[in-house]
């Protein structure tokens, strides 16, 4: 039992531990980017919608160890913006560097990933970032122009689940 949780721990992801970004910007980079063009923008926004609604379908548990931040263009994650910060606006065709290491996806998870990019991943980058923007998201609440700050996942569960009733009732 013990050697079976070890194990888990040095060579995947613990069922317990979230991933850290670029690991889950590079499942969609891995999977996806054949299938239209991944910009750094797109990447950002996918992670950042797959995080709000894993919050939300998931009784707040989190999909990545790093909260996102509001900036000026919309939600980050400091590790993957610097990750991505060499392709500017170009198309991203490979995996992205990731000094922590890939962790193995769980496979509810990848399925939950590919819910994300069916849902979303016909859109461009600069659409899913106004999306996000919108007055009554919980990046909105979050932003300030004195600096960049920590989008709370309380705001993100609140906003994705009243997302996710409204879906459910209108069914």
Known sequence: MIAKSLKSYLYGKHEDMPYNPTTIAN??????AGRGKMTPMKVIQLTYLAYGWYLAINNKKRLTDE???AWDFGPCFS???F????YGKLEIKRKLPN????SRIASDDKHFLDQIWNIYGRFEGSYLC??????????KKAYSKEGNLVISDA???EYYKNKMQTAQSSN
């Open 79 to 81: 590790s993957l913006f």
């Open 27 to 32: 499942y969609f980079i891995d999977k996806y």
């Open 130 to 139: 106004r999306m996000i923007q919108r007055k009554d998201t919980a990046l």
């Open 67 to 69: 909260s996102p931040i």
């Open 83 to 86: 990750s991505l910060k060499a």
């Open 155 to 157: 705001d993100l569960y």
């Open 99 to 102: 000094l922590i290491g890939n």
